[in-house]
C-alpha cells in the first residue's frame, strides 16, 4: 500500500526530506503546506504547495495518512513540537525518515518521526525520541539517550552514552564528551565543545563551552 504523505514547511529543510522521502519505498509525498502566501498554488520539485496546516483534518479525510515536519529548528524546537501534536491531532501519523546512507544500528531505538539525514551514524543502544531531527553527518555514539523534539545540526557528535533532553538544540559541529548530560531547552552553539553538564535551559558556546545566558521558557 502506498503511504501518502505531507510534508509540513516549505523551505530549505522540506528541500532536503523531498530527497530523502523519495528513496522510501511505497512513499508519495501529496504536497507541501506552508503559511507563506506567495508560495501557495506554486511547485517546488514538482510538488504542489497546498496551502497551510489548517488543511491538515481535510487531508486526513482524503486519505493522506502521514505527516513529515519540514520546519528545521534555529535554537528553538517548540515550533516544531506544535506542528508535530497538531498533525498528530488530525489524525496523521509521523513518518520516520531515513536517508540510505545513513548508517543505523540494528540495536539502536528511533521513535516516530525521527529524521536522520545523509552520512548519520547512530550506534547501538542509542535511543532517539520523537520527532528529532539528525541533521546531516551527525554522530550519535553508543548508548545515547536523546529525549523529545531535539535538533542535532549538521555535523554535531555525541560520544558515548550522552543524554540529551527534550527540546535540545545542539549547534552544527559541536562535540558533547562522553557521559554528559545536556538538560531540556538547553543551546549549544556551532562549534562548541560541552566537557561537563549543561543545565536545563542553558545557552553554552565556545571550547570549552561556557554559559552564556538562559533560554526564555
Known amino acids: 500500500m502506498i503511504k501518502k504523505c505531507v510534508v509540513i514547511g516549505a523551505g530549505g529543510h522540506a528541500r532536503v526530506l523531498i530527497d530523502c522521502i523519495e528513496h522510501l519505498p511505497d512513499t508519495e509525498i501529496v504536497g507541501l503546506l506552508t503559511p507563506e502566501l506567495s508560495l501557495r498554488g506554486t511547485y517546488i520539485y514538482s510538488i504542489p504547495v497546498l496551502g497551510d496546516d489548517v488543511l491538515l483534518p481535510s487531508l486526513f479525510e482524503m486519505g493522506v495518512g502521514y505527516f513529515v515536519i519540514g520546519l528545521g529548528g534555529t535554537g528553538d524546537n517548540r515550533p516544531r513540537e506544535r506542528l508535530y501534536e497538531r498533525a498528530c491531532s488530525s489524525g496523521l501519523e509521523p513518518l520516520t525518515v531515513i536517508h540510505p546512507s545513513a548508517s543505523i544500528s540494528g540495536r539502536a531505538v528511533l521513535n516516530a518521526g525521527c529524521q536522520a539525514l545523509a552520512g548519520c551514524v547512530i550506534n547501538a543502544g542509542a535511543h532517539i525520541g520523537k520527532n528529532v531531527l539528525l541533521n546531516t553527518g551527525v554522530i550519535v555514539e553508543h548508548d545515547c539517550v536523546l529525549g523529545d523534539h531535539v535538533h542535532l545540526a549538521t555535523g554535531a557528535l555525541l560520544t558515548g552514552a550522552v543524554k540529551v533532553g527534550s527540546f535540545a538544540h545542539i549547534g ?46
Not at 562535540?175 to 538538560?183: D, F, H, T
Not at 531540556?184 to 565543545?193: I, S
Request: aromatic residues 2%; positive net charge; without cysteine.
Open 172 to 217: 552544527a559541529g559541536a562535540i558533547v564528551r562522553q557521559g554528559i548530560s545536556i538538560g531540556d531547552y538547553a543551546v549549544v552553539g556551532a562549534g562548541a565543545v560541552v566537557v561537563k553538564d549543561v543545565a536545563v535551559g542553558d545557552v553554552v558556546a565556545g571550547v570549552p563551552a561556557k554559559l552564556l545566558k538562559k533560554v526564555d521558557l
